[in-house]
T-cell receptor, first 114, second 113 residues
Framework: DTEVTQTPKHLVMGMTNKKSLKCEQH?????MYWYKQKAKKPPELMFV???????INESVPSRFSPECPNSSLLNLHLHALQPEDSALYLC?????????????FGPGTRLTVL | KQEVTQIPAALSVPEGENLVLNCSFT??????LQWFRQDPGKGLTSLLL?????REQTSGRLNASLDKSSGRSTLYIAASQPGDSATYLC????????????FGKGTLLTVNP
C-alpha cells in the first residue's frame, strides 16, 4: 500500500470557523509533511514531523496548528483563517528524511475560506 | 540557495510525438532530483527519482537524465498519449540534513488526440 489519504477532499469555511484536515498513511513512514499549494504555483512546505515530533515549522502563522497523534496520522487544525489561505493543502510522507527517501503525496484538500 | 527552473512553461504536442521537458538547477550539490506529475487539482505522483550518483532512470515510456556538472535534468516522454496531459514538476533535494525539496514551477503538457 503506497497510498496517502487525505480528508476531506473539499472544505469551505468561514473566517471564524475551526476545522481540521486529516492525513493518514500505513506505509510505516516516520516522516510526514504539510504543504500549501496556490493555483499555478508549486507546493510550499509548511511543517515536517519526524517520529511524531515537529521538526520543522516554516514560519507558518499560528492559525495553522499541526498535530501528529501517532505514526500513521497527521492533522492540521485551522482557526481564524483568512481568504488568502484558500489553497490546496497537500500531505506527504516518507520513510525518513534521508535523501533517498521518496515523498509520497496525498490527493490534497481543496480549502476555500470565505 | 537552490533554484529550479523549468522550460517550457507550457507545451502542446500531437499524440504519438516524442518530447523532452527541461529542468535546470543552480546548486550542483544536489542530492537527488525527482520528477512528479500533477493532474489539475490533484496531488503529486512521483515518476522518477535520480540520485546524485546516477545519470538516468527509466520507467516505461519515461526516461529522466541528470547532469550535475551542467545543472540540468531532462524528462523524455516517448510516444506521448492524451493521458500524459498534466503538469510535470522537477524537484531538487539538498543533501544531509537538508530536508527541503525545491520545486520548479512546472511544465503544463497537453497531448492532443
Amino acid at each position: 500500500d503506497t497510498e496517502v489519504t487525505q480528508t476531506p477532499k473539499h472544505l469551505v469555511m468561514g473566517m471564524t470557523n475551526k476545522k481540521s484536515l486529516k492525513c493518514e498513511q500505513h506505509m510505516g513512514h516516520r516522516a510526514m509533511y504539510w504543504y500549501k499549494q496556490k493555483a499555478k504555483k508549486p507546493p510550499e512546505l509548511m511543517f515536517v514531523y519526524s517520529y511524531e515530533k515537529l521538526s520543522i515549522n516554516e514560519s507558518v502563522p499560528s492559525r495553522f496548528s499541526p498535530e501528529c497523534p501517532n505514526s500513521s496520522l497527521l492533522n492540521l487544525h485551522l482557526h481564524a483563517l483568512q481568504p488568502e489561505d484558500s489553497a490546496l493543502y497537500l500531505c506527504a510522507s516518507s520513510r525518513g528524511q534521508g535523501s533517498a527517501d521518496t515523498q509520497y503525496f496525498g490527493p490534497g484538500t481543496r480549502l476555500t475560506v470565505l | 540557495k537552490q533554484e529550479v527552473t523549468q522550460i517550457p512553461a507550457a507545451l502542446s504536442v500531437p499524440e504519438g510525438e516524442n518530447l523532452v521537458l527541461n529542468c535546470s538547477f543552480t546548486d550542483s550539490a544536489i542530492y537527488n532530483l525527482q520528477w512528479f506529475r500533477q493532474d489539475p487539482g490533484k496531488g503529486l505522483t512521483s515518476l522518477l527519482l535520480i540520485q546524485s550518483s546516477q545519470r538516468e532512470q527509466t520507467s516505461g515510456r519515461l526516461n529522466a537524465s541528470l547532469d550535475k556538472s551542467s545543472g540540468r535534468s531532462t524528462l523524455y516522454i516517448a510516444a506521448s498519449q492524451p493521458g500524459d496531459s498534466a503538469t510535470y514538476l522537477c524537484v531538487g533535494r539538498g543533501g544531509g540534513s537538508n530536508y527541503k525539496l525545491t520545486f520548479g514551477k512546472g511544465t503544463l503538457l497537453t497531448v492532443n488526440p
